[in-house]
């Protein structure tokens, strides 16, 4: 054998132990989510990730960090997309790209029967997130309904149910364009800081309410907010998601284990999160929480104003899929 082909096949046999070092599959994965062992989202990831366990024979293993031990949803986003950490449950920053904010649309479904069309793994709006976040290195696996969201505020706000009286109180948001916007529509002086330091801010006063979670977000506040106003401003929807290169290097039937499993996950949760949510309203009123409700007509009031003035700057900011997604709305 001469010298040349020599050469050429121990080239050949680095180049496969290469590929084949690229595009194994890792032995043990990080997910994370921004909830406390024990609760709901918890139990369900531990459920999902023992299901792939068994359905890899092993292949894919996890290690489950909740509680945001990882880093603020924004950070872990990053971390995501850099291959750092493989799999999160949570929401997403919109600092790197302000179009994922469509997953965030403010009064885009009224009640759980829209919100299971319009968010969930087969819907158009799921497609348009995850061709968006493709360009950060990021594959959409699936997701995980929470709640609507509401406002939670220390003092009795003014006229609650008038979207154009001002409410006089600066309240904290998500620092996403459009949380802040539709709070300042309904009346409030918004402020955008994150949720870590959210709590922070209601304690020294420095916010009197807050906006951007629901009932069960706020069970944390207890003693803090006195009041919660179930104004559905939005629909909190938690996506599965995972590094885009690992995904890649999987194999086609891990990819489908990972999938069904995940769509699976899903399905019980839309199964029982409408009884949480009404579950977490009441233990706010246990907590002390006088709970505002509304009428049909204030929240039609709401809905429009929200979609007359916040849609048009979130059409300009987000393109074309926000009327896709929008469309029969």
């Known amino acids: ?49 023992k299901q792939i366990k068994a359905e890899t024979n092993g292949n894919i293993l996890f290690d489950v960090y909740p509680a945001s031990k990882l880093g603020d949803y924004s950070l872990v986003q990053e971390r995501v997309s850099f291959g750092e950490v493989e799999m999160f449950v949570g929401p997403f920053g919109t600092a790197i790209d302000k179009k994922l904010a469509l997953a965030f649309t403010p009064f885009l479904v009224s009640d759980w029967d829209e919100a299971r069309k319009v968010y969930s793994n087969e819907s158009i709006l799921f497609e348009k997130m995850d061709n968006f976040l493709s360009e950060q290195n990021i594959k959409l696996i699936g997701g995980w309904p ?73 069970l944390g506040l207890k003693e803090i907010i006195k009041y919660y106003l179930p104004v559905k401003d939005h629909f909190e929807y938690w996506f599965v998601y995972m590094n885009l290169d690992l995904w890649k290097g999987l194999s086609e039937q891990n990819k489908k284990i990972i999938v069904n499993a995940s769509k699976e996950m899903e399905i019980r949760r839309y199964a029982t999160a409408a009884a949480e949510e009404s579950a977490s309203i009441e233990k706010l009123k246990e907590q002390g929480v006088r709970v505002i409700e509304f009428s049909e007509t204030e929240r039609s009031a709401m809905r429009a104003k929200i979609r007359k003035d916040v849609w048009p700057v979130m059409r300009k900011e987000i393109g074309p899929a926000f009327d896709e997604v929008t469309a029969n709305h």
């Open 1 to 49: 054998m001469n010298k040349a082909v020599v050469t050429g096949f121990l080239c050949f046999l680095l180049l496969v132990s290469f590929t084949d070092y690229v595009f194994a599959e890792p032995n043990k994965w990080k997910i994370g989510h921004v909830r406390p062992s024990g609760s709901a989202i918890d139990q369900d990831i531990h459920r999902f990730v």
């Open 146 to 218: 929470v709640y609507f969201g509401g406002i939670a505020l220390t003092k009795e706000p003014v006229d609650p149910g008038n979207p154009d009286i001002s409410k006089g109180m600066i309240i904290r948001v998500p620092p996403i364009r459009c949380f802040e916007l539709t709070a300042g529509e309904l009346g409030y002086t918004p402020y955008p800081i994150t949720w870590m330091y959210a709590k922070l801010g209601l304690k020294t006063g420095m916010v009197e309410g807050i906006i951007g979670g629901g009932a069960e977000g706020y």
